[in-house]
């Protein structure tokens, strides 16, 4: 049995995958299961993960079409089974995945858009149910697909290596953090395509909640973020007139997860490094706007959602187009008007 999963959409997607690919390794211990990846993170967490035979990377949007579709059929006829990680509602993945031609090939029949994003393509449908998470999605997704039963639902899988621990380790060292001042990780970013900068709260409120959880609590703030929210940062770390504000910088995700691990709290938007502090089993405050909460919560770990739960929430679903908002009041309402001391008191109830 030869099974491929196309993970090509971001970090935490992938990670959501992971409970279902450990279910099918359970059933299926022989499996050969290769990953098809189309972004570094997803790569560099999946090449951790002994589940994996082999995981492939391969820039679909940087190679353009013409050599994408030498890529793939040299793929084709290798697989038994395929299937397109949740969510991945878009017409490309759909058909990448014809193109690949597995006999069996399983994807979400999506609410909105699956004709045009053709979802019919697959051969193996699951009904997209907004009342589940995306893990629940993905394991019903397997479970179809390879007709096995099950009622368990593992955690996240994100394994630290030697040197991620260690990194942790002589940096919390390094700062002083070694005493018994709680330790809180922010992470003020997410991905930012298709306007879904507008699902981030505040650099001004980030830098205000840590400014309040310092002076109430004592608490050592670290500040996550990828390279290329390295602005983000800083315009937060000046915010704060403290020693207890501190950037952090790793070199991957595994020594940034390793970091989280030593956490105290994890305050984040709703981005991947909030599934990696679901994956470490950390206490997760989510800081969330227009997504469905029930998509996305941590998986697996203690949580507690902050959200106004406005009355046009969520407006956020799995699409190809563009975030919007059609509210005529204030533009992305859900975020803007979440106020600090609703995470504040989050984050205390945690201490």
Same mark, same amino acid.
């Not at 878009?90 to 031609?101: A, M, P, S, V, W």
């Not at 019903?140 to 697909?145: D, G, S």
């Not at 994100?158 to 990194?167: A, Y």
């Not at 991905?191 to 310092?214: D, M, Q, V, Y």
């Given at each position: 049995?030869?099974?491929?999963?196309?993970?090509?959409?971001?970090?935490?997607?992938a990670?959501?995958?992971?409970?279902?690919?450990?279910?099918?390794k359970?059933?299926?211990?022989?499996?050969?299961?290769?990953?098809?990846?189309?972004?570094?993170?997803?790569?560099?967490?999946?090449?951790?993960?002994?589940?994996?035979?082999k995981?492939?990377?391969?820039?679909?949007?940087?190679?353009?079409?013409?050599? #994408?579709?030498?890529?793939?059929?040299?793929?084709?006829?290798?697989?038994?089974?395929s299937?397109?990680?949740?969510?991945?509602n878009?017409?490309?993945?759909?058909?990448?995945?014809?193109?690949?031609?597995a006999?069996?090939?399983?994807?979400?029949?999506?609410?909105?858009?699956?004709?045009?994003?053709?979802?019919?393509?697959?051969?193996v449908?699951?009904?997209?149910?907004?009342?589940?998470?995306n893990?629940?999605?993905?394991?019903?997704?397997?479970?179809?697909?390879l007709?096995?039963?099950?009622?368990?639902k593992?955690?996240?899988?994100?394994?630290?290596?030697?040197?991620?621990?260690?990194?942790?380790?002589?940096?919390?060292?390094?700062?002083?953090?070694?005493?018994?001042?709680p330790?809180?990780?922010?992470?003020?970013?997410c991905?930012?395509?298709?306007?879904?900068?507008?699902?981030?709260?505040?650099?001004?409120?980030?830098?205000?909640?840590?400014?309040?959880?310092?002076a109430?609590?004592?608490?050592?703030?670290?500040?996550?973020?990828?390279?290329?929210?390295e602005?983000?940062?800083?315009?937060?770390? #000046?915010?704060?007139?403290?020693?207890?504000?501190?950037?952090?910088?790793?070199?991957?995700?595994?020594?940034?997860?390793?970091l989280?691990?030593?956490?105290?709290?994890f305050?984040?938007?709703? #981005?991947?490094?909030?599934?990696a502090? #679901?994956a470490?089993k950390?206490k997760?405050?989510?800081?969330?706007?227009?997504?469905?909460?029930?998509?996305?919560?941590?998986?697996?770990?203690?949580?507690?959602?902050?959200?106004?739960?406005?009355?046009?929430?969520?407006?956020?679903?799995y699409?190809?187009?563009?975030?919007?908002?059609?509210?005529?009041?204030?533009?992305?309402?859900?975020?803007?008007?979440?106020d600090?001391?609703?995470?504040?008191?989050?984050?205390?109830?945690f201490?």
């Open positions: 049995m030869k099974i491929l999963v196309l993970a090509l959409s971001g970090i935490g997607d990670l959501m995958f992971t409970p279902a690919l450990e279910l099918t359970q059933h299926f211990p022989q499996a050969e299961i290769d990953a098809l990846v189309m972004f570094k993170g997803v790569e560099d967490i999946y090449k951790r993960i002994p589940r994996f035979n995981v492939m990377y391969f820039d679909f949007m940087k190679e353009g079409a013409f050599n #994408s579709l030498k890529y793939v059929l040299k793929l084709r006829g290798k697989y038994d089974y299937v397109n990680a949740y969510p991945s878009r017409k490309e993945y759909n058909i990448i995945q014809f193109l690949i031609g006999a069996e090939r399983a994807g979400i029949e999506y609410l909105r858009g699956n004709k045009a994003n053709f979802g019919f393509l697959n051969t449908h699951l009904k997209e149910n907004d009342m589940l998470h893990v629940d999605e993905n394991i019903l997704l397997m479970k179809k697909m007709k096995f039963t099950s009622d368990e593992p955690g996240l899988i994100f394994p630290l290596t030697t040197n991620d621990i260690n990194t942790a380790d002589t940096y919390l060292q390094e700062m002083g953090l070694t005493g018994t001042a330790i809180i990780g922010f992470h003020p970013g991905a930012t395509l298709k306007n879904h900068i507008n699902r981030r709260w505040e650099p001004g409120k980030f830098a205000s909640l840590a400014s309040k959880l310092i109430q609590t004592g608490a050592k703030i670290l500040l996550f973020g990828g390279p290329e929210e602005e983000l940062k800083q315009l937060i770390h #000046s915010g704060v007139n403290s020693a207890n504000c501190l950037l952090t910088k790793q070199r991957n995700l595994g020594e940034s997860a390793a989280i691990a030593k956490c105290d709290v305050v984040t938007n709703d #981005s991947s490094l909030m599934h502090a #679901s470490m950390r997760v405050v989510a800081i969330i706007g227009p997504t469905n909460t029930t998509y996305i919560h941590p998986w697996k770990t203690d949580y507690k959602i902050v959200s106004l739960h406005l009355e046009c929430s969520p407006c956020f679903f699409s190809p187009k563009p975030l919007l908002c059609k509210r005529e009041d204030v533009r992305f309402k859900c975020i803007k008007e979440l600090v001391d609703m995470v504040f008191n989050a984050v205390q109830e201490l």
